[in-house]
Structure formats: C-alpha cells, structure tokens
C-alpha cells in the first residue's frame, strides 16, 4: 500500500506525519501523486477531462499588413477560430460577446479589430473597461508593446485615480486607447465629457472585460452607466461598438443585452487547445457523526496544497475571504518555509496589497521564482500570473462560473492540471460536494441585473442629468422616466426650465455614489487610539451589525473595539485591542408583504418589506469559536423594501405535524436556512445577496407559516422571480441536502443544529411540495 | 415596464424617516441661516450699490438674441472714480503688457478699450459638466470711462442666448483678464459653449491670469491671495457681501421662488469681483513699474518683488530691491534666502567682491547657509585661484553641520542635513582631487 494514499484518506494525525516523510525523501511527480488522490475516500468524485486540439486557422486577407507583421513578430502565425471570428463580426459592425476559458487568448478578440481600425482610421478611439485597477495595469503594458510594434503614435494610457493631474490632459488629447475602469468612467470621464470630445467624438469600440463581473448590484449600477455613455456619445454623434468577453456563464449575450442595450452576437466555441485536467471534489472526513463535524477544511486545504508544493508541484489556492487566505499563507509558511527552503516560494495575494507588491508577486509567478500562492478571488479574473500545475479551492466560491474560473487558473494548453475542491461544512458547500453531477452536469449561473432599480436609477438620473440637461421626451434606456425626474425635482437636485431638465444643486453626484453599492450611504471608521485617522469604510446595511458599540471590528488582521457609533455623523470610532473573540451580532428580521406579483398554491413572489433590528450581540472565542459572552444593543430598526420569493405552510397542517412547537419552529428555521443557501447555488450569486426570514404565523403579520427569500437589496437586484421559478429543482435539491447528510438532528452543513430540525424540515418540505 | 410610480410612492413613505433617508442634497445649514449675514445690505454704496427692479433683478433689460433672450444690466464707472485708493482711469496698457512680460507671460496686450475683465457666478464650484455660469460680468474701458455688463440668466433656457451675445461681446476685445480664471472661469465657460455647440471664443483670446501674479507678489507679505484680502491693500472695503460658498444657494431659491431678495446682492458681489480685478490689475502693475517702489513699503512686499525682478532677469533693479528689503527687516529665513540670492546676482554681474562679502555675512549668521560656503569656495577657487582656503571655507562647513544634532530633528530637516553635508563632501573631494592630482577616495 502506498503510504501516501492512506494519508488523505485518513484522519489519523499518525498518517500525516508519514505523508510529511515521504515528501522529503521520495519526492514524487505530479502523476504519481495523482494516483494517491484518486484512492482517498474523501475524493466524492474524480472528474476526468479529456484533453483538446486547438483549431487554428489562416490569417484573414483582409487584416491590415502592419498588423499581420506585428502578429508575425510574436511567432502568431494562425489564428484560434474564436479570434478570427470575433474580427469578423467587429469588421461587420456587430457587438460580440466572447466567452472562452482562461488563457484562451481572448484579448486578442478584442486587441486585433481595434489596433486594425486604428491603423485604417487615425482618428479612431477605443475605450477598455476593466472591472480592477489590477486588471487593467495587466493588460497596459501587453497592449503598449502592440501599440509601439505597430505604429508609435499610437497612443495607448490608463486613466484612473491613479493617472497624475499633470499627465491627465495629454492621456485626454494624445490617447487612442484609453484603458480604465467603470468607476473612473461614472466619476472622471462622464461628468467632464468636454475634455473628452476627441474620445466620444471618434469612440468606435468599447471593451467591456469579465463580462460576468457586471452582475447584481455592480451590473445594474453599469448598466445605467452605459445609458449615460450612450447620451454623451450621441451628443457627440459616435456610436461606438462594444466587445464584452466574459467567463462561462449561462446568459453572457442576455447580459451583454441588458448591460449595454444593443444586440449582441455570441461567440461561444474556444479554439484554443487545453491541456487534460483532472478534478477532484474532497470532503472532509467526519469526525463526529452525531454532530456532524467535519475535519477542518482549512487544515484540509493546507495539508493537500502542501503536499503538491513539498513535491514542487506549483499551486494555487484560492480561499473566499481575506481572513482565511491570511490564515491560510501562515500555516503553509510554517509548514514549508524551513531548512533549506527559501523564503516566499508561498505568498498571499488579495486586494489591500500595494500594487507594487502584487506586481512583484505576478512576476514570481510568472517565473516561477514563487512556487504557491493563497489568493481570494483577486485572482480569479484574467490576471496573467503564467500557468500553474494545481489549484485548490478552500470551499466552495459559491458560483459553478467561480469554480470554473478558478479551476482554470491551473493548466497549460498542453499538459495536465489537476484541481481540488475542498468542501466546507456549510449546506452550500455539502451539496456541491456530495452532488458533484449538479455542479458538472448544469449550465452555469445567470448574471442577473435590474437596471431599474429605483435606488440605481435615481442616482443615475441624478449623474446623467449633471452630465448633459435631460430632453422632456428623452427615454433613459428605453423608459419614460418623467415619474422619476418629478422626484428627483421636489428633492431640489434639478429644476425644469423650457423643454429641459438641468442640474441644480452645488454638489457633483457622482462623488457621493458607488458603483458598487446601493445605497451611497456609508459609515467611516475613525481610528481614536493615537491621533484620529480613519481606516476604513463600512456600508450603511451592514453598519448595525459590524460596527456596533462594543463590537470587534477586523481590519487588516488587527482587531478594534468599537467604542462609540455615532449614527446621525455616520462615523464608528475604534480604538485597536488585542482580543480573543470576535462578535456576532444577532439581528431580528421581520417581513411583511405588499404586493404579491404572482401565485401557484404555496409559492409566492412579489414585494415585501423588511424591517432589521440588530438587538444583541454574541462574543466568540477566535480558533476555538465557543460562545464566550453576550450582550443587548438598542440601535434603530432598519427598513426596506424588496422583492421576495415565499412559501406558506398550510397553517392546518402545519399545526397538525406531530411535534413539539418548537421543534416545529426549529424545523421552520431550519428549511429556511437550507433553502437560503440552495437558493445561492440556483441564482448566480452570493449568500450575502439574499437573505432569508421566517413567520411562524402567530403575531398575526401572516396567517400561514411562510419562509421568504429576499433580495437583499433595497428595490431588489431581480433575483425573487427567477427563484420563484426556478422553485421546484431548488426545493427538490434542498430535500436531497437534508435527506443525504449524515447527522442525526441537523448540523450546519443542512438545517443547522437543534433537536429534531432535519425531521421537521423534511416533514414540512413534503408538506409544501405536496400542497 | 417597471412601475416607477409604486416605487417612488414607497420612497416617499420612506424619506419621512430621518434614519433611512440617503438622498439629500447636502444641506449642512439652511438657506436662511446661509443667508442671514446678508440682510444688511450696503446703503450707501453709490457707485456699486443697484437698484432692485421686478423678480428682485437690478435695474437691466431684457435682450434677445436668435436663440432667446437673457438679461443684462449694465453700468459705468466715470474718470474720477477711485476704487479705494486705486483711481481705475489711470490704467495703462502699456504698463500691463510690462508686467506681463515680467511675469513670462506670452499674450499680446494691445489697445487698453480691447482688454476685457472677466468673472463669473457658477451654480457650484466642483468642476463638471453639471455647473452653469448663472451670471457673467465683464468690464471694460471706453474712451476715459469703466464699463461693466453683465450676462443674466433668469432660468436654465436662457443660457444658450446669454452665450451667443457673450460670445459676440467677445469679439471686440484681444485680452482677457480674470482672477484664477485660468482653473476655473474659463474652462467652466469653454464646457458651456462647448455644450451650447457654439464656438469657443476663448480660442482667439489672449488671457492673463491676475491670480498667479498677486500670488509672487503678494503671499510673502500678506498670505491670502483671494480677491477681497487683495482688496485691503487698495485700502477698498466692500462691507456686507455674499459668501461664495452661498452664491448657488441664492440662485437656486430663486429659481424656486422668484423673486428673491438676495439676488441683487449678487449682482453687487460680481460688480465688485470685476472693478477689483481691474483695479487690482493697475495696482500690480504700479508696484513692478519704473515709478516704484513708491506703492510698496513692506520689506516682504520688496523682496518679492526683487524675486520676481531676479527670474527676469532685470539685475539692476533686482539688486536695489533687495537691498531696500534687507534695508527695512526681513524676519528669518527670508532675510538668509534675500542675502543668498544677491549674492548671486552680483556674481552675475561681476561684482565679485561684493558677492563675496554677502557670503561672509552669511557664514557669521546663525542660520546656516550652504550657498554661503559655497559661493566663498567658489570665489577662492576661482577668482583668488586659492585652492587651500577654498578647502578650508568647506571645511569650515562641513564641522559646523558635524555640530547639528542627529536626533530630534523632523524628516525634512534631517532630510537637508543630509543633503548639504553630501554636496558639501563631494565639491570639497573635487578639490581635494584638483590638489593631489587623484581622486580623494582612493587614498584610503
């Protein structure tokens, strides 16, 4: 027997020690380990995927001769079939959307139509939008060597908050590819569109990068921004093209529609060869059956990325929070950064780095100078850190288009890769790694967005009108928003004068909103320790429950005892502590309804109001999390509206299930709790963007035992309806949650724990689903 | 079609709590507590104070043009007008283009009747598409008299007809004078005719930004540079004027609620920016011109102005300024940097011997100055061809900065420590090296 595989499938603290022997005497290949993988029974599935041949293809005639020869230089002497068909549509005037796997050379999708317009058309400009700052440094330097090559008056800059004051009007006047981000754009750019007439006077492309970024809250808010674009550009009378790539997703052309407002043709099929790929879905083992605790999947995480970089197997390892990546380094350092070792062959990457550091860190793994990096999903989007060997994702990222990504960051275009999922115990992660034929089988998620958002679309309104005076017949993505500008004209921001609208108020609104937010309200956290600073920023939805008096707030892996929050000032003041716990505030959630939009039986979605307390809070011990104290807060209640799916339990046979009413309202908790999490796995997006409540059905807001999964959004970001229906697969999966965990009563990876909740939750999801 | 009307009545349900609202636009204070530092307006102000007529407008007109119509108010100010101490008649083209000149200015100044003042009243101060020029006040001479106008817009619609006449208005003049226009009148108006698509009329135009020049100046002396802290020193008092912060405010109530007492205060506040610049204008000028120092008594004044003199190279005048200065006190650390400074103009101009008295004076003060080893070392070298003193001159030096204290010191302070012992170190290896014949450091 190998010793190396009884090692991954065993629990056994004897059984690592040997794995850490073995490395140091027989380091072994990245096949030979792979057989040991394969034999863990941790493993729930190997998944094998077969290698594939690139197709190539000539060269367009009718790419311009300059540009062939710079594409010569670089030793491109075919095309992928994706690359040639993306010049065509561009040549034909089409928007497109290229969606292809990683490393697939999809810039040059977008990279050849352009620099070939330049080439042909001096005058031509093109913006490209990249969802990071890091991003678009990436791609800067690339599209410079092609810009030089070709012709070097091309100009090619990035504009962002970064750009100097003094270099900002020569990137103005000189650039004729301006690279940025939706941010600058909605900030920098529109609201100083004079500056710009040269761009949006001859703007023929826009580059829309990770097409799948712009999805919930951040997508609407683009979505908006491109209708300001839109009315600038019209106002200039250019009329530019978009080339959106994205990352496998369900809907990229719906979205690429919804974002932009114009037809999209989908290009679909990568031409590009990849190497074989061997994925494994790992759970880890069970060490208390009743309870249903798993081993931890940090630990997991660190002894299987550890075991391919003793090996010198590179890797990377991606974690879904910036806490655990930390972690995560730490222990990996500890483990591998001994004896003859050099340091930094392991590094930590995520956002709150300095760019400068995360250059670095590329290039060492471009290298290969640094061997493992733990990284959030900074690193997930088209970054070019070279190709690595193995990538390991500590729990699951929550989308099958994340996994994807993520998996992906591992494999060459020959060669093979192997990838490794390590499930956490949450209901989300126990599904996919127990059901592994879902997350292989199914499409990946939809990148849901509504633009029309009244929140959005206010702020919006606000930005478009400061930009250019809003015409009374003008439609603002296709709807007549005379309602919404009435609003926005009793509030005092614009005044109507003749057949126009025009901005009236001495402040500039798109310093004060987001992108990124609903809300543009945030609370500051002020440093009190030494001399005031403040150091850092918390949105006003989560201000209650993070920043609460007597509340530990992280930053940076220091801890800070809140020790004042000042509401009407939005302001938190902190002072830093070196505590053992953390806390956890409890929050009260109430929901009634307003509307119901649509009905079948017991399942219903419409508009609802929700109204949060945060009433107390929990103060658990760091590493150990036992609960080691409490206490009560009496801060306001916070309200919204939304949209909601829900679903009745028939009050009757709610009552007549044969159980205790706690254990009825525990089992309640329980359904909503699973189905919450579910509901993730079916909409493309993240716990946090939903929220999930119950009503017994006995302080008479609702006659019927209801659970109600909100957009956790105020005005909602559009994702009830398709959860409304996409109910039954999503309430079938949440049976099979429940029904296949190996806990007796419920434990966190189903209905979470209290006495008789899985009974209860599985007798009430038969009553609903027979209803 | 999303039903904006349902969601709108929500938020309307939801703005009456204070808690939830994120939508306001930023009301710190109230209009009427902005506003009541207004209320006594001046009264016997004949020249400046207007008459207010209908809709709380001063005396003006309406006038149309091809695109609508606007409003526009004028007034006059005759030969004997003084604007504080300032009699604004004297202005002199001529002198202008001199001080411009001084001040590395290129445009061409011409006639004094093509020279047109200019500021504005913007609905904000941000910058952005989304800011509108409400009121534009240009002044002007006419044969021996001062006129003024200004562009009124009595709602958004008017704008693009208040530009075509400012425009044309334009037309007659060569220069433009303004007070930080060069930031902010100019582009604001530029992105107006820009998004009125009418021709810019500052492309042809001259334009001669005051601001900059009050700053060389006047800062050493006076510190603020803004337009009514210049206006003490015309000895001009406005008395009650609007704050610029609350100049939007004032314009929007009265777009709101017509009529509104404090426009006219506006209009008075405009009518002052431009007669100040104007006179502001002939002041700077009067202080650099032939006649001066006469308009200047503070040494600051004086050594700023020798600064100036100095950067063009005016020696002569430059010299005696700074010696009217140092003749009058200057506080430390610019009594040090006026001395440093003439002792190289009189290196320049081949005063050797005087150059190098200054820097001995220098090297007595307690306040160190490396241009003053320097400038010796350099003197014996190079004049006296007497390597060994000059050796000694940075000797000298160097023992005296080993005698500062290593600690305490602030970054910057530390920072040109380091940086005088190092130029000191390596002009003293330069001439160890000119006598040994090798260099310094490879005797060790």
Redesign the interface.
């Known amino acids: 027997m190998a010793a190396t595989g009884v090692i991954l499938t065993s629990m056994r603290p004897a059984s690592q020690l040997v794995l850490k022997d073995v490395a140091l005497t027989r380091p072994s290949s990245l096949s030979e380990f792979l057989g040991e993988l394969k034999q863990s029974e941790s493993v729930s599935r190997y998944h094998y995927i077969p290698p594939r041949e690139p197709r190539l293809l000539e060269i367009p005639s009718t790419l311009d001769a300059r540009v062939r020869r710079v594409l010569e230089g670089r030793g491109i002497l075919k095309l992928y079939s994706h690359q040639l068909e993306s010049f065509e549509f561009a040549r034909a005037g089409k928007n497109m959307v290229v969606v292809t796997p990683t490393a697939s050379g999809k810039t040059l999708c977008y990279n050849l139509p352009v620099l070939q317009r330049i080439v042909e058309n001096p005058d031509a400009r093109a913006l490209f939008l990249y969802p990071t700052k890091a991003l678009t440094y990436d791609q800067l330097d690339d599209l410079m060597s092609w810009a030089n090559a070709l012709d070097r008056a091309i100009g090619v800059y990035s504009y962002d908050g970064d750009t100097p004051q003094d270099a900002r009007a020569a990137v103005r006047s000189r650039g004729h590819i301006i690279l940025s981000n939706p941010d600058m754009l909605h900030k920098g750019i529109l609201p100083h569109h004079t500056k710009w007439t040269r761009l949006f006077e001859n703007l023929q492309f826009v580059v829309l990068d990770e097409l799948h970024t712009y999805r919930g809250v951040f997508g609407s808010h683009v979505a908006n921004l491109f209708r300001r674009l839109e009315r600038i550009c019209r106002f200039y009378g250019s009329r530019p093209q978009f080339i959106c790539t994205s990352a496998t997703i369900a809907n990229p052309k719906d979205l690429a529609e919804r974002l932009t407002g114009r037809p999209f043709e989908l290009i679909g099929e990568s031409g590009a060869g990849e190497g074989e790929k061997h994925v494994f879905f790992y759970n880890p083992p069970v060490v208390n059956r009743q309870l249903g605790i798993r081993r931890s999947y940090i630990q997991e995480a660190k002894h299987i990325a550890g075991a391919f970089l003793k090996r010198k197997i590179p890797a990377i390892v991606f974690a879904n929070s910036r806490l655990i990546t930390e972690i995560l380094v730490r222990y990996l350092k500890d483990e591998l950064e001994r004896g003859p070792t050099p340091e930094d062959v392991i590094v930590g990457y995520r956002g709150g780095y300095l760019p400068n550091e995360r250059r670095q860190i590329e290039r060492g793994l471009r290298n290969g100078r640094i061997r493992g990096v733990v990284s959030t999903n900074a690193l997930e989007l088209g970054i070019d850190i070279g190709s690595l060997d193995v990538a390991v994702l500590a729990g699951y990222p929550g989308t099958i288009a994340s996994t994807w990504q993520r998996m992906g960051r591992a494999g060459r275009r020959s060669g093979m890769s192997v990838a490794v999922m390590i499930a956490s115990s949450t209901p989300l992660d126990q599904y996919i790694v127990n059901h592994p034929e879902y997350f292989l089988n199914q499409p990946p998620e939809m990148g849901l967005i509504n633009p029309e958002n009244i929140q959005v679309l206010l702020n919006h309104l606000q930005c478009a009108t400061f930009e250019l005076p809003f015409e009374e017949s003008e439609r603002f993505g296709g709807h007549d928003v005379t309602e919404v500008l009435e609003y926005l004209a009793e509030r005092g921001f614009i005044h109507r004068a003749g057949s126009k609208w025009h901005w009236t108020s001495d402040s500039y609104p798109a310093d004060s909103i987001s992108l990124r937010s609903v809300s543009s309200d945030n609370f500051v956290v002020v440093e009190t320790t030494g001399d005031a600073r403040i150091i850092g920023e918390v949105d006003f939805s989560s201000a209650y429950s993070t920043v609460h008096e007597k509340a530990i707030y992280l930053h940076q892996g220091q801890q800070y005892y809140v020790h004042q929050l000042d509401i009407p000032e939005r302001r938190a003041y902190v002072r830093q502590v070196d505590s053992d716990y953390f806390t956890d505030a409890i929050t009260h959630t109430k929901v009634k309804v307003l509307e119901t939009m649509e009905t079948t039986a017991s399942h219903n979605h419409g508009e609802v109001h929700v109204s949060h307390q945060v009433v107390g809070f929990k103060k658990i011990k760091f590493f150990t999390t036992e609960n080691v104290g409490s206490g009560d807060l009496n801060l306001p209640v916070q309200e919204m509206h939304t949209t909601s799916y829900w679903v009745t339990v028939s009050r009757d046979r709610f009552e007549s299930l044969p159980f205790s009413t706690t254990e009825r309202l525990n089992g309640l908790h329980g359904l909503a709790y699973a189905l919450a999490n579910l509901s993730c796995v079916f909409l493309m997006c993240d716990r946090r963007d939903i929220g999930s409540a119950v009503d017994a059905g006995v302080d008479g807001l609702a006659f019927q035992p209801t659970i109600f999964i909100y957009d956790n959004f105020p005005g909602g970001i559009g994702m009830s309806r398709p959860l409304y229906e996409i109910r039954q697969p999503a309430l079938a999966a949440t049976k099979q949650l429940i029904e296949s965990c190996s806990c007796d009563d419920g434990c966190p990876s189903c209905v979470g724990p209290a006495s008789r909740a899985k009974e209860v939750a599985l007798a009430i999801l038969d009553v609903v689903t027979n209803a | 079609?999303?039903d904006?009307?349902k969601?709108?009545k929500?938020?309307?349900d939801?703005d009456r709590?204070p808690?939830?609202t994120?939508?306001?636009?930023?009301a710190a204070f109230s209009l009427s507590e902005q506003l009541q530092f207004l209320k006594p307006l001046p009264s016997n102000r004949t020249t400046t104070n207007v008459p207010v007529f209908q809709e709380g407008l001063p005396a003006g007109e309406s006038e149309s043009t091809s695109f609508g119509s606007h409003y526009v108010v004028r007034k006059s100010f005759a030969d004997d007008y003084y604007h504080g101490k300032v009699r604004l008649s004297r202005f002199c083209s001529g002198e202008l283009q001199q001080l411009m000149k001084l001040m590395k200015q290129r445009a061409e100044v011409g006639e004094r009747d093509r020279i047109v003042f200019l500021d504005t009243e913007t609905?904000?101060?941000?910058?952005?598409?989304?800011i509108?020029p409400f009121l534009v006040g240009v002044g002007h001479f006419s044969g021996s008299d001062f006129k003024m106008i200004q562009y009124f817009i009595r709602?958004?619609?008017?704008e693009p007809s208040m530009l075509l006449a400012l425009g044309e208005f334009l037309t007659n003049f060569d220069l433009v004078v303004t007070y930080n226009g060069a930031t902010f009148d100019v582009?604001l108006l530029?992105?107006r005719f820009?998004?009125a698509r009418l021709d810019n009329p500052f492309e042809r135009l001259g334009h001669f930004d005051l601001l900059n020049t009050a700053r060389r100046l006047w800062r050493n002396g006076h510190g603020s540079c803004r337009l009514i802290a210049m206006e003490r020193l015309m000895s001009f008092m406005r008395g009650p004027d609007v704050p610029g912060a609350a100049i939007?405010?004032v314009y929007?109530d009265f777009?709101?609620h017509r009529p509104t007492p404090q426009l006219a205060a506006i209009f008075t506040h405009n009518t002052y920016d431009v007669v100040s610049l104007a006179a502001l204008t002939l002041h700077a000028c009067d202080c650099v011109g032939v006649a001066a120092p006469a308009a200047l008594d503070d040494p600051l004044d004086l050594y700023s102005l020798a600064r100036v003199l100095e950067n063009s190279a005016n020696w002569r005048r430059s010299i005696s300024l700074y010696e009217m200065a140092l003749g009058g006190g200057l506080p430390e650390p610019t009594r040090t940097k006026a001395l440093e400074n003439l002792s190289v103009i009189y290196r320049r101009i081949g005063d050797n011997q005087r150059s190098f008295e200054i820097c001995e004076e220098l090297m007595r003060s307690d306040v160190f100055s490396l241009l003053a080893y320097e400038g010796a070392a350099i003197h014996h070298e190079r004049i006296e061809s007497d390597v060994e003193a000059a050796l000694q001159v940075i000797e000298v030096g160097l023992k005296r900065l080993d005698g500062f204290p290593h600690v305490g010191l602030a970054d910057a302070e530390s920072g040109s420590l380091k940086r005088w012992r190092a130029l000191l170190r390596s002009r003293w290896e330069r001439l160890q090296q000119k006598v040994i014949g090798f260099p310094a450091s490879e005797i060790a």
């Open positions: 079609m999303p904006f009307a969601a709108l929500r938020l309307r939801r709590q808690y939830l994120g939508l306001s636009p930023v609905t904000g101060v941000h910058g952005g598409t989304g509108c709602d958004f619609d008017e582009p530029e992105t820009t998004l939007p405010r929007f777009l709101q």
